[in-house]
């Protein structure tokens, strides 16, 4: 089998870098892609990240949750430290858990122009309440746009039995 290139893997600094600053603001620009080898076939990617954390922009306590990222993609696919390092630039970043979402399903869109995501956040209870929101978004003009809707439309058609996560 045949690994990547050095010319496939240019925009990839991240990985295996010893010497990894963890940025403690916001930061889109540590985002990196690379060339998917499979741009002729659907697929989904899903990640998975237990541990985000961001601020409540009203009273600065941490918010917790499980965040959900899945695409499908096109020419491009985001690198998974770069995703971890961004995610984590969300730690001190005061938003609300909705703006949240959107903010990192928009900065994914930008970075890859991935033919389908969605993003949903699961946010573990904070005042006897939890939110869980979720967004996607498909590629206009196109078969993922309709699906986008469809699934916006049943994304949760089978809710979780919630134990207080």
Same mark, same amino acid.
Request: charged residues 25%; proline residues 7%; negative net charge.
């Given at each position: ?11 990839? %600094? ?18 990196? %892609? ?47 430290? %770069? ?46 309440? %939890? ?35």
């Amino acid at each position: 089998m045949a690994g990547r290139s050095k010319e496939e893997l240019a925009g990839v %600094s991240l990985l295996g870098n010893q010497g990894t600053a963890y940025p403690s603001n916001y930061a889109p620009e540590v985002l990196e %892609s690379f060339d998917n080898k499979h741009p002729g076939r659907d697929y989904f990617v899903k990640f998975n990240c237990p541990e985000f954390t961001s601020l409540c922009p009203m009273t600065g306590q941490p918010d917790f949750a499980t965040i959900y990222i899945s695409y499908i993609p096109d020419a491009k696919m985001v690198e998974s430290k %770069s995703l971890k390092l961004y995610l984590f630039s969300f730690r001190n970043h005061g938003d609300f858990h909705e703006d949240c979402m959107n903010i990192i399903m928009n900065d994914l869109i930008e970075l890859m122009a991935p033919r389908y995501i969605e993003v949903w956040g699961k946010f573990t209870p904070r005042g006897g309440i %939890s939110i869980d929101p979720y967004c996607n978004w498909g590629k206009p003009g196109t078969k993922y746009e309709a699906m986008a809707e469809h699934r916006l439309l049943n994304h949760d058609l089978y809710p979780e039995k919630v134990d207080n996560r």
